[in-house]
């Protein structure tokens, strides 16, 4: 079983800045694709991006094209997320989760492992 541990959520007025942390302390990380997905109330899942084992793909939604950046340290067991130009609609639940594969997938059923989310709220 592979743990995954998110940090670095909070409220933030619109406009502002927040960086999520996602770490793997017993490793299973350096070798895998790793995403980030969100949830907000009463809506589906739905992805936001993710990063291949070396981090030299990336995949992002539409929705944050532009305004999220994904990396991640291998030496660390760590990804991040980093988020500029909040928006109200921004607003979930963001999960880490862990690739079956090294790709940057994009689909649900590629995703193995997942964390226990972190929220992060943005007000108008």
């Known amino acids: 079983q592979v743990q995954l541990v998110e940090s670095g959520g909070g409220l933030v007025q619109a406009g502002g800045s927040l960086r999520l942390s996602c770490t793997a302390p017993?490793?299973?990380?350096?070798?895998?694709?790793m995403g980030w997905w969100r949830q907000a109330p009463g809506k589906e899942r739905e992805f936001v991006s993710s990063?291949?084992?070396?981090?030299?793909?990336?995949q992002y939604a539409d929705s944050v094209k532009g305004r999220f950046t994904i990396s991640r340290d291998n030496a660390k067991n760590t990804m991040y997320l980093q988020m500029n130009s909040l928006k109200p609609e921004d607003t979930a639940m963001y999960y880490c989760?862990?690739?079956?594969?090294?790709?940057?997938?994009?689909?649900?059923?590629?995703?193995?492992?997942w964390g226990q989310g972190t929220q992060v709220t943005v007000s108008s």
């Open positions: 989760t862990r690739s079956y594969t090294s790709a940057a997938s994009v689909h649900r059923s590629e995703f193995r492992y």
């Open positions: 017993g490793g299973g990380f350096s070798s895998y694709g």
């Open positions: 990063v291949s084992w070396h981090g030299g793909t990336t």
